[in-house]
């Protein structure tokens, strides 16, 4: 059964940097997509941005330039280093992989595999 397990969330002020951990496991076959969302109450779950197993990565407008996202396969680890936060990425960050998915896809319906998210505040 495959476990993902989200550490690093907390509470910054405006302009402050978090790094968010993503600890994977129970699994025995390549997890192709990996990524990170983000939800607020009452609104849809939204992708931060996704790492695909050719390399190549995906950020949602509004993080690009902020948002650094990484994966150790050794440890078998996700990151998401997060800098210059803003009140507006308050959120609940959660986060997902799947064997198989579309390319380049950052819908959160095409990833199976989901952790139960760790809280982001940023306060102004």
Known sequence: Q???VESGGGSVQAGGSLRLICAI???NYNLYCMG???QVPGK???GVATIFGDGSIRYADSVKGRFAISKDNAKNTLY?????LKPEDTA???CAAAAYCPAGTMRAPAFRY???GT?????S
Do not use: A, K
């Open 92 to 94: 609940m960050y959660y």
């Open 36 to 38: 990170w969302f983000r």
């Open 114 to 116: 989901w952790g139960r």
């Open 44 to 46: 849809e779950r939204e």
């Open 25 to 27: 496991s129970g699994y």
């Open 2 to 4: 495959v476990q993902l």
């Open 80 to 84: 998401l280093q997060m800098t210059s």
């Open 119 to 123: 809280q982001v505040t940023v306060s």
